[in-house]
């Protein structure tokens, strides 16, 4: 999601409106707290045991109570949600790409490192949830691309021949290497996501649909 239909630097904004919102009303000061919130943050991340997912919301909370001693506000997550709903901003064509390939009949499922109700709430907010047949979330498989069960069980749960699949995403080592290695194939997306195993390389997602048909 993040990367590809969300574009990440509004997630940033959204996690800074937020530490912004704290700041003014606990009287401390943003820049360092934002800091310092997202330090705890990535290490909460950095934590993890190799694939192994560790939850957001669990990070979230870690990084903020690390502000208050420990004792963060009782409503902090719904400070956090609204901050970042309203920064939330789709990558540039991802709306419209979605309900083009949706449109054209093939099967739709998201593969993504995120928590499932984060994931469920961002393509909510940006309208495209109903164009998806499945979404795969690493809260729900307990793993992080490119950990083939990801991959898996999106293929799965479209009945999908990994020959007749395409995987379009932002990093090359967690999306496009570990598509591939099940056969799938793959459209790197950015310049982050290129690489030998990328079967196609753009930078437009209106690409997309022609890449489809074509390959179709």
Partial sequence: IGGVI?????????????????????????DDALERW????????????????RLARDGYAKATATLFDGEPPANWDEKLQTATTNALRSKPNAPETIEALSSTG???????????PEARLMLETLGVRRHFDHVTTSEAIGYTK???????????????????????????DHDIAG?????????????DARGPEADHEIDDLSEIPEIVEREE
Wanted: net charge negative.
């Fill in 38 to 53: 997202k330090t705890v943050l990535g290490e909460h991340f950095r934590g993890r045991e190799g694939n192994r997912y």
């Fill in 179 to 191: 598509a591939a290695a099940l056969g799938i194939e793959t459209i790197a997306y950015g310049p």
């Fill in 146 to 172: 490119p950990d083939e069960r990801m991959f898996r069980d999106a293929l799965e749960a479209l009945d999908a021949d990994p020959a007749r699949t395409l995987m379009i995403g932002d990093r090359y």
């Fill in 106 to 116: 093939v099967g739709l499922a998201i593969v993504s490192d995120i928590d499932t």
């Fill in 6 to 30: 969300v574009e990440l630097a509004s997630i940033r904004a959204g996690y800074a409106a937020f530490i912004e919102e704290l700041a003014r009303e606990h009287r401390f000061d943003a």
